[in-house]
């Protein structure tokens, strides 16, 4: 079962941005996932009126404003602070998860290195409940 329906993807490496919209289309064609290359920008895409996603995946290392400062500007905002966040970083550093959790992420997830492990990690996004909109 998919809960989610809006996805928006923030990162500044098009490649991954291509490899998960490829990914994302195969498991599920009815979920639309938005992308923003920095955080700057995915914040004024978020404030402009449009819709508000069910989940943003969120990369921490990006240019302009990264992930954290990010995470940190939509927790101010009524409207989106209680959208999940998802981390997906190349770190799994253990003070970088415990920081970005307690910046008020709701998971953190290395990113996979191979598209097949990409594709489950975004089955089990999609299909977990814990996203579920109005959960967070």
């Known amino acids: 079962m998919t809960y989610l329906k809006h996805i928006l993807l923030v990162d500044d490496d098009e490649d991954d941005r291509n490899f998960f919209l490829l990914v994302l ?6 979920v639309k996932c ?3 290359e920095n955080g700057l920008i995915a914040l004024r895409q978020l404030t402009s009126g ?3 996603p069910d989940l943003i995946l969120l990369d921490l290392n990006m240019p302009v404003m990264n992930g ?16 999940p966040v998802i981390i997906l970083s190349n770190s ?20 996979p290195n191979k598209l097949s492990l990409l594709e489950e990690t975004l089955r089990e ?12």
């Open 92 to 111: 799994s550093d253990e003070a970088t998860i415990i920081e970005t959790k307690l910046l008020g992420a709701a998971d953190f997830i290395t990113k």
């Open 68 to 83: 954290r400062q990010f995470l940190g500007e939509i927790k101010k905002h009524e409207h989106m602070k209680n959208i």
């Open 125 to 136: 996004i999609i299909s977990n409940p814990m996203y579920k909109p109005g959960n967070a």
């Open 25 to 30: 289309e195969m498991i599920d064609k009815s």
């Open 34 to 36: 938005d992308t923003a």
């Open 50 to 52: 449009s819709s508000v």
